[in-house]
């Protein structure tokens, strides 16, 4: 029953070896302008709507805020298509940061994204919650909370099933959305056309009477004001480069074709209803989003206000908003698991979460990213306003050290590139740019609530630095073991025989190759002396989200594979032991495992399993958090299957921080 639900829900699993897998999972442009564009394109539903709150009394100032909005979104995707085609294996602002800036500049943009990206989710399902109860009385608001945690539940439920599935269900939304934005925007346009020159007039009294009244400095400190709390709608654009390993090849023009198509269509999206706003005299209402008065106004003017057409109008566009920001969640499930794994690979963060599941998603981190953002959305109790004055800090530090880094690198390559000054300036505006919108925001929006995203970051900062030097001192305290290769003899014995399948046997798993493999292997020989005539050494070959980004990289992780068990091979036969190897490659070491050894057993009945297991001297569960429990989980199977199996103990002296 368990494995009938688990396909029901997550689907088959999907087999590695096809060497079409890759090509069957990853995004063309147009999709992938669905799942990752979605998150900037649906920011259009409470972004403009903050920037045109803010301006309280002073609607003419809006004119100068859509034009503010193109050109920063024409900057800052233009800066980051020069990332994709510079750094065209993916990872965005963590990686460029990483190997531009260094390790701590790295770290610091990794955790301000995936705080940014846990964000995306809450604040694109509260701002859902907020677009589909538009259309219900004002008594219902108190169900957008427990509505908002079960939409978050079924996005993670979609996404583990895969990425390329979950964005083609959720492709129709994004359709109807930007068919109805369209209309409205366009429509709204076109109905008040013939008023252009009233609007014009009134816009001109606007500006001498605050050229009177709060001069030219309160102008610009009402817009700097109204643009930072309107931020959230460049939130996104970094989420093509971030996601670029998902993408079908050539994955360079992939990723910029799906940059393009975010840009323009949220420039227009934004600045176009901004100016519908403007010209429909449209005003907060209290229950209601100002998309929701703004459609309800442009359809009251096209259709009558008693319309049945125009009753539909306003539901089928709400619904489209309220739909196309759960897809823009998919962001945040997509972009926050490989930002994760990126970490994880360099040791800020669990190994694990570099994971593949059997339907080649990063499943762990899709359950954190989940499980962190419903605790977002729970502390602030669904509210957008909230989530949104907490949401777009994090991603000017990401953006300001992305363009840090690359002005970084056109400074330090500039004999390579002759028209490197030109190549930088685009790179010098953005950084200028986001690091005058950062310094706003943190101003402006510190003590309102952006505190509570600061010390969130800080915090995980330090996490991540615990777990990195947690892994260097046990990686440290097992270089010590790497001096047995130094005392291997250095050409093969002459008198290993061959292997005699009857005779007793010791199979020993391996990882990469080193002194911990050998360690084990001189463990057996003393524990054992004499003993074992065959020794078959075992490894799985790990297909991860490091490797898992283009065609071919099953037949890579084979060889690689095949080279290290030939080395441990090798060694053996050095010291006069029968050897032989045997190899997989899959996603679950656990599972490749227990079956390859399964039919080693069959083969070589008089045999015994072994597999090597850190052992602290002062284990927490800090130690256990980082470091799974594979030769326990393998140990437990074999034994049930009737086969002997003994985890051999490789210890480590206090690696933990409180004792490093």
């Not at 209309?183 to 346009?189: K, M, P, Q, R, Y």
């Amino acid at each position: 029953m368990f494995e009938f639900l688990k396909k029901l829900l997550f689907g088959k699993p999907r087999d590695i070896k096809d060497p079409q897998v890759f090509r069957h999972i990853s995004l063309v442009a147009f999709l992938a302008w669905v799942g990752l564009g979605a998150d900037g394109l649906s920011s259009s539903t409470y972004g403009p709507e903050e920037t045109f709150r803010m301006l309280g009394s002073h609607p003419h100032l809006a004119v100068i805020l859509a034009a503010a909005m193109i050109v920063t979104i024409a900057v800052i995707s233009y800066a980051y298509s020069r990332i994709i085609e510079y750094f065209p294996l993916g990872g965005g602002g963590y990686v460029i940061a990483t190997s531009l800036l260094g390790r701590q500049a790295g770290l610091v943009s990794g955790s301000a994204l995936l705080v940014d990206y846990i964000l995306t989710i809450s604040v694109s399902i509260a701002a859902a919650a907020d677009a589909a109860f538009s259309l219900l009385p004002i008594e219902y608001q108190a169900l957008k909370l427990p509505v908002g945690l079960f939409a978050i539940a079924g996005l993670a439920l979609l996404n583990l099933r895969g990425v390329k599935e979950s964005v083609e269900f959720l492709m129709p939304v994004f359709l109807v959305f930007l068919v109805t934005h369209a209309v409205l925007i366009v429509g709204a346009i076109l109905l008040n056309a013939g008023d252009f020159p009233q609007v014009g007039r009134e816009i001109r009294a606007g500006f001498r009477s605050d050229l009177s009244t709060i001069g030219l400095w309160g102008i610009l400190a009402l817009c700097l004001r109204a643009y930072a709390f309107g931020c959230g709608t460049y939130t996104g654009i970094e989420a093509v480069s971030n996601g670029l390993a998902i993408m079908r090849e050539p994955k360079v023009e992939t990723g910029k074709k799906t940059m393009l198509y975010m840009a323009t269509s949220l420039a227009i999206t934004t600045s176009g209803l901004i100016l519908a706003y403007l010209l429909l005299h449209i005003s907060p209402v209290e229950g209601r989003t100002m998309n929701a008065a703004l459609t309800q106004g442009f359809a009251d003017r096209l259709f009558g206000p008693s319309s049945q057409i125009g009753w539909w109008f306003l539901i089928i566009t709400l619904l489209a908003e309220a739909l196309l920001l759960i897809v823009a969640a998919q962001a945040g499930f997509i972009a926050g698991p490989r930002v994760m794994a990126n970490m994880a690979l360099d040791s800020w963060l669990p190994r694990r979460l570099a994971s593949l599941s059997d339907r080649l998603t990063i499943q762990d981190g899709i359950l954190m990213m989940s499980l962190a953002s419903a605790a977002t959305m729970f502390y602030a109790r669904g509210h957008t306003a909230t989530l949104v004055i907490m949401y777009s800090i994090n991603v000017f530090i990401t953006f300001t050290l992305s363009e840090t880094s690359m002005i970084r690198f056109f400074i330090r390559d500039r004999a390579s590139y002759g028209d490197w000054k030109k190549k930088i300036s685009i790179h010098v505006v953005g950084f200028l740019m986001c690091a005058t919108i950062l310094v706003i925001n943190l101003y402006e929006k510190f003590f309102e609530g952006g505190w509570v995203t600061i010390a969130i970051t800080l915090s995980f900062i330090g996490l991540c630095a615990l777990i990195k030097r947690h892994y260097n001192a046990v990686r440290e305290n097992l270089s010590r073991l790497d001096e047995i290769l130094s005392n291997l003899p250095q050409e093969p014995s002459r008198s290993a025989p061959a292997l005699d399948p009857k005779a007793p046997t010791a199979i020993l798993l391996v990882g990469g190759y080193g002194g911990l493999g050998m360690h084990s292997l001189f463990t057996i020989q003393k524990l054992f002396p004499n003993y074992f005539k065959n020794f078959i050494f075992v490894s799985i070959g790990v297909v991860d989200s490091a490797v898992f980004k283009e065609e071919g990289v099953v037949a890579d992780v084979s060889r690689h594979t095949r080279e290290l068990l030939n080395r441990y091979m090798e060694s053996a036969r050095r010291l006069g032991l029968p050897a032989d190897s045997r190899m997989a490659v899959s996603t679950d070491v656990l599972d490749e495992a227990d079956r390859l050894c399964q039919e080693i057993a069959r083969e070589y009945p008089r045999s015994l399993i072994f597999c090597g297991k850190l052992i602290f001297q002062k284990e927490t569960l800090f130690d256990r958090f980082l470091h799974n429990d594979t030769a326990y989980g393998l140990q437990r199977r074999l034994q049930f299957s009737g086969l002997n199996a003994m985890v051999l103990p490789v210890r480590v002296l206090s690696p933990t921080p409180q004792a490093a």
